[in-house]
């Protein structure tokens, strides 16, 4: 009962905060002076007419906005400016196959890599082993996706020959783009995963399980590791916020036509509504990932009280 | 503790007076620890060198562009069809522009941002962290409140959506990048003050009739000098990244002016034919990170001895 609580109160919460950011984006991309159309000479006047209609551009921002979120309750996102022809809609789902790819891919990348990692250098603590890969994931951490990102593409795609170093349709550019985006959340994750083991380790009941003559392997793997784990579950919301800024860069790198590149080619020429529409869907995936993180927290760890504050 | 583990690396310190400030006894286990030490050397040398060295007569202007000299190797003079000898440390661009002092003139606009807008962040973040902190309740309640739902907003794009609104103004990259970068901030700032606020020295304060802003400003934020200085120092190279995304980007530093992450972006772009350009931005950057993030980890080893390293 408690549980069902909190589920509820918590995906209350999620769609409280998804109105706040499609609220903010509205507003704040209508800031500037000038109306998206104003500028664009190629619409025929009855079609601009029609547009007005419907969207209601030609009134005023707070009529808009009650007009926009009375379309996208209907989930009408409606047209792109930039891409003649096409609506928002449209434009979202030939490019999110593309970005939700090389993000979740990415993502797994920086788990398999990072936890296993950060498990054996709390392992081996304070040795040279651990010295070296902490070393290794700081490097990781301190070389940005965008110096990265064209040194693989330098050396697997052009000296090796191995991917593809751009393109999306018949190219493997998108297996570079996954691990650049995955290798900076690996080092992240390995250093996480290491500082928490540590501290799991140090507790009383691991001292007990030694003591009561548990083998190492045994005590790490069965003891600590769901307690070593926990902040690295905690850590994946802010990672799949951060990941969705990094596929930016990398669909840009690699010339993948994500949503990121959508979002700031529709930023950059003012594409009101499909920049309305991507950030939408950023937030969606952002909300729902804070949310099972949330609920996976609680099923790892008991004892933390399921509390809505 | 001071005096035995310093026996233990075997450098010489002052015996400790019973007596030494917090402040020195930092510094002291600072000294101690070298990576960081040589990180905060390298990260003033690369500061003066960038801010300092350009004004040395000789060094080429990063944007005067030279279209009989394009991409010389490294250490190579020559001589332009105008008759004007450059002298090319790290070789030059593919527009004939030198690369050693177009990395310096990155580095202050990197640099420039990093600091600039962490002292927006910093500002921001402790006045709102103290205040919530001192005045608790209600306030405090709503105030943290919001800070929650604005750590759900994905920040990148609330960026770029100001920086594309507002023209890639310079100046204004630096605030919304602060802007966006002081929650971290308020929430350590807060936890400090709510510790501090029912300490007698704040009664005392109080008793003598100080009004709460004083209380804030000059009692409560000057003791929370601690994880401030720590988080400050890892709140540069987190800014430095972003400004440097947003360059990569194409949304921030437009040409011909440069930043470390624009100089990067054209590397990237000309990666096939001259890799100069990409490796060179690329180590000074990399390694400026590097330096801010150890140091950071050292001083907070130095401030708080109770979370050490491990």
Known sequence: ?309 | MISSSASDSGVPVVEIEKGSSLGKDAWYRLQKNKLAMFSFWFFIAITLICFVVPLIPGIPNPNKTYPDLKSMDAFQSAVSKDGEKVFYLLGSDYLGRDIFSRILSGGRVSLGVGFLATFVSLTIGVLYGAVAGFIGGRLDTIMMRIVDVLYALPFMILVIILVTIFQNSLWLLFVCIGAVEWLTMSRIVRGQVLSLKNQEFVEAARSLGLSNWRIIIRHLIPNTVGPVIVYTTLTVPAVMRLEAILSFLGLGVQPPHASWGSLIKEGADRMVSDQALLIYPSIVFAATLFALNFLGDGLRDALDPKTSKD
């Not at chain 1, 998804?18 to 000038?34: D, E, M, N, W």
């Not at chain 1, 393109?167 to 995963?193: K, Q």
């Not at chain 1, 380790?201 to 083998?215: E, N, P």
């Open chain 1, 1 to 309: 009962m408690e549980g069902l609580k909190y589920i509820g109160s918590r995906i209350l919460q999620s769609f409280f905060a998804l109105f706040c950011i499609i609220t903010i984006t509205f507003f704040l991309v209508r800031l500037a002076p000038g109306s998206p159309l104003s500028d664009e000479k190629a619409i025929p006047p009855h079609l601009l007419a029609q547009m007005n209609e419907k969207y209601g551009l030609d009134k005023s921002i707070p009529v808009q906005y009650v007009r926009y979120l009375g379309l996208l309750s209907r989930g009408d996102l409606g047209p792109s400016f930039a891409n003649k022809g096409f609506t928002v809609k449209e434009v979202i789902a030939q490019s999110w196959p593309v970005s939700a790819i090389i993000g979740f891919l990415g993502l797994g990348i920086a788990l398999v890599i990072g936890i296993p990692v950060g498990v054996f250098a709390a392992s081996k603590r304070n040795t040279n082993t651990d010295y070296f890969l902490m070393g290794v994931a700081m490097l990781g951490i301190c070389l940005p996706t965008f110096v990265i990102g064209p040194l693989l593409g330098l050396l697997f795609g052009l000296k090796l020959d191995w991917f593809d170093v751009a393109g999306w349709e018949n190219s493997t550019a998108w297996l570079l783009a996954s691990l650049t985006l995955g290798l900076y959340y690996a080092a992240y994750i390995a250093r996480l995963t290491r500082g928490s083991m540590l501290d799991v380790l140090s507790q009383d009941y691991i001292r007990t399980a030694r003591a009561k003559g548990v083998g190492p392997l045994k005590i790490l793997f069965k003891h600590a590791f769901r307690g070593g784990i926990t902040p690295v579950v905690a850590y994946l919301g802010p990672a799949l916020a951060g990941l969705i800024g990094g596929s930016f860069v990398v669909e840009q790198i690699f010339g993948l036509p994500g949503l990121g590149q959508h979002f700031i080619k529709a930023a950059v020429n003012r594409d009101l509504l499909l920049i309305n529409g991507t950030v939408t869907v950023f937030a969606i995936l952002i909300i729902a990932m804070n949310f099972i993180v949330d609920l996976v927290q609680a099923w790892l760890d008991p004892r933390r009280k399921l509390t809505t504050s």
